[in-house]
């Protein structure tokens, strides 16, 4: 059985052109890239802003070529065989409204399954039965242009399964979403992986049905969000400047931290001490700060219990308060600090 | 780092199977009707399609009495006011093609989405331009019909050679959609505010193609590029179905036969079609290196 979704080596560099004199510059938004992907995977890219995320989903939906490597879908080349990886996947990017805000949203969705081979009275079924999920089955009639970015966002979410997609890639599908309508994306997107767990072969030749199938979906997505990533994914590859960290499970992935322990303070203001002064400490492995108005949270990795004692006496001496000590589990989140040595926000924050 | 020649020009990508094609021709034209009628306003829909050609006939009009002193008996009358009937056809169906493109990527956003889809682009481009077609022939025969009613454009319906007439508009429609797609392919790669370039091609064309005027009238060394636009022999082809002793009084083309003329225009045509398959899908594997399908430029 072919992976759903291979990668070897794969990178890619943007030339940029400033001005006619300047020299194009060039920024490497991904290197060495090598996931192997199961049949039947939900699959999470976690990573900050400007990781490659969507360059790599790009990639593999073969709107970019790399320009090193190699990328599979199902066993076909993005590059080679293009037409061939296009009738077996979807797309989705979120934080975009994106559609013909002059026809309807059942004329939009009906349009594209239409591209997609899917015969009408099945697509009409299928567009009826996915709104109803998404919460938009009232808005059947209603144009495009009428609909909110986020509801457009659903529309677009149920373009996405609409097509039943051998391989599905979501960019950032609860980008933009409110809560609720997060949640209720996140748990049909693990619903449908579930549901489509490797099935009895089907005659093949059927475009209407996916070419593929019988052997269960696959789903990529990417995010920023740990939550989304820890909760909903099988597998998660932790990515930072075009390179891919780490790729477990979400549990392997925090297993790396289980010797260590974590806290979470809520203190006064520092009074002029960083996080550097900590990880200066023995026993402190990372200390990341973030200042809020009145008060500052610190989150600490400790090889130790007994590293806290000397937190805390740099903290009396500075004469700064403890107002909320906590000990927790390790999150993701705790993972990409401890793989980069900044937490996700600092990286966003120092791109900008 | 080292990069990897390979070549994206498979056969598949250039020819689409039946049942792909089909699907895509027909959906695409579908869209296109969707958004070519969707006038909120009729009213503006018939000054669009009706009263925009005839004011552009009438400046032409008004220039021509101006300039041979009201003499509309001449010849020459209706061969310009022909041409320039027919003429629209090229700013529709041309530009009609090309600007698909940007209509999907840089307003409905749609483009990557069309890409990722198992579609033949090049078809879907074409049956874009369905709609364009239609609203143009419209266009067309309602200035000719003016013409005729109005304007002393003498066509006897009995001596017109219909067959003649509609294989070179056929004929011609297919060539115009061929420039169009290598438009579309120049469009892929051209960033920023490039929703003219259309409108440009086709008014460089004008002068080159004996629209309004024959080659003759042109500097020397500007008349190969007439000599090679297909345009030019369609216009000529055109004009000899519907006023065939007019346009035999212009030398141009007077050496050649309705059968020479119409070879030299499939022949182009099938020249022209070949550069469009090779420009498009040329640009198109360089806009998907420098990452140009998706790419929006918020003017
Ligand atoms: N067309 C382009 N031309 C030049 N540089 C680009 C282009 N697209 C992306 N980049 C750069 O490549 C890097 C990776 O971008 P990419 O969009 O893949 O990141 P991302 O992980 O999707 O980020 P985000 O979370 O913000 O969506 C960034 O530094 C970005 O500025
Ligand atoms: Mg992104």
């Given at each position: 059985m072919?992976?759903?979704?291979?990668?070897?080596?794969?990178?890619?560099?943007?030339?940029?052109?400033?001005?006619?004199?300047?020299?194009?510059?060039e920024?490497?938004a991904?290197?060495?890239?090598?996931?192997?992907?199961?049949?039947?995977?939900?699959?999470?890219?976690?990573?900050?802003?400007?990781?490659?995320?969507?360059t790599?989903?790009?990639?593999?939906?073969?709107?970019?070529?790399?320009?090193?490597?190699?990328?599979?879908?199902?066993?076909?080349?993005?590059?080679?065989?293009?037409?061939?990886?296009?009738?077996?996947?979807?797309?989705?990017?979120?934080?975009?409204?994106?559609?013909?805000?002059?026809?309807?949203?059942?004329?939009?969705?009906?349009?594209?399954?239409?591209?997609?081979?899917?015969?009408?009275?099945?697509?009409?079924?299928?567009?009826?039965?996915?709104?109803?999920?998404?919460?938009?089955?009232d808005?059947l009639n209603?144009?495009?242009s009428?609909?909110?970015?986020g509801?457009?966002?659903?529309?677009?979410?149920?373009?996405g399964f609409?097509?039943?997609?051998?391989?599905?890639?979501?960019?950032?599908?609860?980008?933009?979403?409110d809560?609720?309508?997060?949640?209720?994306?996140?748990?049909?997107?693990?619903?449908?992986?579930?549901?489509?767990?490797?099935?009895?072969?089907?005659?093949?030749?059927?475009?209407?049905?996916?070419?593929?199938?019988?052997?269960?979906?696959t789903?990529?997505?990417?995010?920023?969000?740990?939550?989304?990533?820890?909760?909903?994914?099988?597998?998660?590859?932790?990515?930072?400047?075009?390179?891919?960290?780490?790729?477990?499970?979400?549990?392997n992935?925090?297993?790396?931290?289980?010797?260590?322990?974590?806290?979470?303070?809520?203190?006064?203001?520092?009074?002029?001490?960083?996080?550097?002064?900590?990880?200066?400490?023995?026993?402190?492995r990372?200390?990341?700060?973030?200042?809020k108005?009145?008060?500052?949270?610190?989150?600490?990795?400790?090889?130790?219990?007994?590293?806290?004692g000397?937190?805390?006496?740099?903290?009396?001496?500075?004469?700064?308060?403890?107002?909320?000590?906590?000990?927790?589990?390790?999150?993701?989140?705790?993972v990409?600090?401890?793989?980069?040595?900044?937490?996700?926000?600092?990286?966003?924050?120092?791109?900008? | 780092?080292?990069?990897?020649?390979?070549?994206?020009?498979?056969?598949?990508?250039?020819?689409?199977n039946?049942?792909?094609?089909?699907?895509?021709?027909?959906?695409?034209?579908?869209?296109?009707?969707?958004?070519?009628?969707?006038?909120?306003?009729?009213?503006?829909?018939?000054?669009?399609?009706?009263?925009?050609?005839?004011?552009?006939?009438?400046?032409?009009?008004?220039?021509?009495?101006?300039?041979?002193?009201?003499?509309?008996?001449s010849?020459?009358?209706?061969?310009?006011?022909?041409?320039?009937?027919?003429?629209?056809?090229?700013?529709?169906?041309?530009?009609?093609?090309?600007?698909?493109?940007?209509?999907?990527?840089?307003?409905?956003?749609?483009?990557?989405?069309?890409?990722?889809?198992?579609?033949?682009?090049?078809t879907?481009?074409?049956?874009?331009?369905?709609?364009?077609?239609?609203?143009?022939?419209?266009?067309?025969?309602?200035?000719?019909?003016?013409?005729?009613?109005?304007?002393?454009?003498?066509?006897?319906?009995?001596?017109?050679?219909?067959?003649?007439?509609?294989?070179?508009?056929?004929?011609?429609?297919?060539?115009?959609?061929?420039?169009?797609?290598?438009?579309?392919?120049?469009?892929?790669?051209?960033a920023?505010?490039?929703?003219?370039?259309?409108?440009?091609?086709?008014?460089?064309?004008?002068?080159?193609?004996?629209?309004?005027?024959?080659?003759?009238?042109?500097?020397?060394?500007?008349?190969?590029?007439g000599?090679?636009?297909?345009?030019?022999?369609?216009?000529?082809?055109?004009?000899?179905?519907?006023?065939?002793?007019?346009?035999?009084?212009?030398?141009?083309?007077?050496?050649?036969?309705n059968?020479?003329?119409?070879?030299?225009?499939?022949?182009?045509?099938?020249?022209?079609?070949?550069?469009?398959?090779?420009?498009?899908?040329?640009?198109?594997?360089?806009?998907?290196?420098?990452?140009?399908i998706?790419?929006?430029?918020?003017?």
């Open positions: 072919n992976l759903a979704i291979h990668t070897q080596n794969l990178g890619r560099i943007y030339k940029i052109r400033g001005g006619k004199k300047t020299d194009p510059k920024l490497e991904l290197r060495d890239v090598n996931l192997e992907i199961g049949q039947g995977e939900l699959f999470g890219l976690l990573g900050p802003n400007g990781a490659g995320k969507t790599l989903i790009k990639i593999l939906t073969t709107l970019l070529a790399p320009t090193s490597g190699q990328a599979c879908i199902t066993g076909f080349d993005v590059i080679k065989d293009p037409q061939k990886v296009r009738s077996r996947i979807n797309m989705v990017s979120g934080g975009e409204s994106s559609g013909y805000g002059l026809l309807t949203v059942r004329e939009n969705l009906w349009m594209f399954s239409q591209f997609y081979g899917i015969p009408s009275k099945e697509a009409n079924r299928r567009i009826k039965e996915l709104l109803k999920v998404v919460g938009l089955e808005r209603t144009k495009s009428d609909l909110s970015t509801l457009r966002q659903k529309m677009n979410i149920v373009r609409m097509t039943d997609p051998a391989v599905l890639f979501l960019d950032e599908p609860t980008l933009g979403l809560v609720g309508a997060s949640r209720d994306v996140r748990s049909f997107i693990r619903q449908w992986i579930d549901e489509n767990h490797p099935l009895p072969d089907v005659p093949s030749g059927d475009a209407s049905r996916g070419e593929g199938r019988g052997e269960g979906r789903l990529l997505l990417t995010t920023h969000y740990m939550v989304e990533a820890d909760e909903l994914c099988d597998r998660v590859a932790i990515i930072n400047e075009g390179r891919v960290l780490a790729c477990d499970t979400p549990a992935l925090k297993r790396r931290l289980q010797q260590d322990v974590i806290f979470k303070m809520e203190v006064s203001p520092l009074n002029g001490l960083s996080a550097d002064n900590f990880e200066g400490l023995p026993g402190v990372k200390a990341i700060h973030a200042p108005d009145g008060s500052a949270e610190l989150d600490l990795i400790l090889e130790k219990d007994d590293a806290l000397g937190v805390v006496n740099m903290m009396t001496s500075n004469d700064v308060h403890i107002l909320n000590l906590q000990k927790r589990e390790p999150t993701l989140e705790d990409f600090v401890d793989l980069v040595g900044r937490s996700m926000e600092e990286v966003e924050a120092g791109e900008q | 780092m080292n990069t990897t020649k390979r070549t994206s020009l498979n056969i598949q990508s250039l020819i689409p039946r049942a792909t094609f089909t699907r895509t021709f027909r959906v695409a034209a579908w869209l296109g009707w969707q958004i070519e009628s969707n006038w909120t306003d009729p009213f503006l829909f018939a000054i669009y399609s009706i009263v925009k050609p005839l004011s552009g006939a009438a400046i032409l009009v008004v220039m021509y009495s101006i300039i041979i002193n009201g003499a509309f008996k010849p020459i009358f209706p061969y310009i006011y022909l041409g320039n009937a027919f003429y629209m056809y090229v700013g529709g169906v041309m530009t009609g093609i090309s600007w698909a493109i940007i209509d999907d990527r840089e307003h409905y956003k749609t483009l990557k989405y069309m890409y990722v889809a198992p579609i033949h682009m090049p879907y481009l074409l049956g874009r331009g369905v709609a364009r077609f239609t609203v143009s022939s419209l266009s067309v025969l309602i200035t000719i019909l003016f013409g005729v009613a109005f304007l002393h454009v003498q066509i006897d319906l009995a001596a017109v050679n219909w067959g003649l007439f509609f294989v070179s508009l056929f004929i011609g429609v297919i060539m115009l959609a061929m420039m169009g797609l290598m438009l579309a392919g120049v469009t892929l790669l051209i920023q505010h490039v929703w003219f370039i259309g409108d440009i091609t086709a008014g460089a064309l004008y002068l080159f193609s004996g629209a309004i005027f024959p080659l003759d009238v042109l500097p020397k060394y500007l008349r190969p590029v000599y090679f636009m297909p345009i030019t022999y369609w216009l000529e082809l055109l004009r000899r179905s519907l006023v065939g002793s007019v346009a035999q009084a212009f030398p141009t083309l007077s050496r050649f036969s059968t020479e003329l119409m070879g030299i225009l499939l022949g182009l045509t099938v020249v022209f079609a070949i550069f469009a398959a090779v420009i498009f899908f040329w640009c198109e594997h360089r806009a998907r290196e420098r990452g140009m998706d790419m929006v430029t918020n003017y």
